[in-house]
């Protein structure tokens, strides 16, 4: 069974930094795109990051460019988010998700045909 589940979510002050994780199992780690998607309180999920595997071309959402870096790491079958220079505009649940298309990192695309985690909350305080 395709599995991901995140962790390292936490709450930071503004300016801060956390990097979260998305380990994965029950799947060949390297055939499948990985990316990352966060939903505020309130509002609709939307894509942040995301991973291509077969070329490790990676895609970010234009918020957090320059912020944010997403790597994997094979051997442990980890993908990462750097997250720095935290905003309060980034709190949310962070998730991550398997199988999913990197360009435009669309959410609707990822919800249809991508395995999901549970999610890592992150608190970003002013």
């Known amino acids: 069974e395709m599995q991901v589940v995140e962790s390292g979510g936490g709450q930071v002050q503004a300016g801060g930094s956390l990097r979260l994780s998305c380990a994965a199992s029950?799947?060949?780690?390297?055939?499948?795109?990985i990316g990352w998607y966060r939903q505020a309180p309130g509002k609709e999920r939307e894509g942040v990051s995301c991973?291509?595997?077969?070329?490790?071309?990676?895609y970010y959402d234009d918020s957090v460019k320059g912020r944010f870096a997403i790597s994997s790491d094979s051997r442990k079958r980890t993908v990462y988010l750097q997250m720095n220079s935290l905003k309060p505009e980034d709190t949310a649940v962070y998730y991550c998700?398997?199988?999913?298309?990197?360009?435009?990192?669309?959410?609707?695309?990822?919800?249809?045909?991508?395995?999901w985690g549970q999610g890592t909350q992150v608190t970003v305080s002013s």
């Open positions: 998700a398997a199988d999913v298309l990197c360009s435009g990192i669309t959410v609707a695309q990822a919800m249809n045909l991508g395995v």
């Open positions: 029950g799947f060949t780690f390297d055939d499948y795109n």
């Open positions: 991973i291509a595997m077969s070329d490790g071309t990676t």
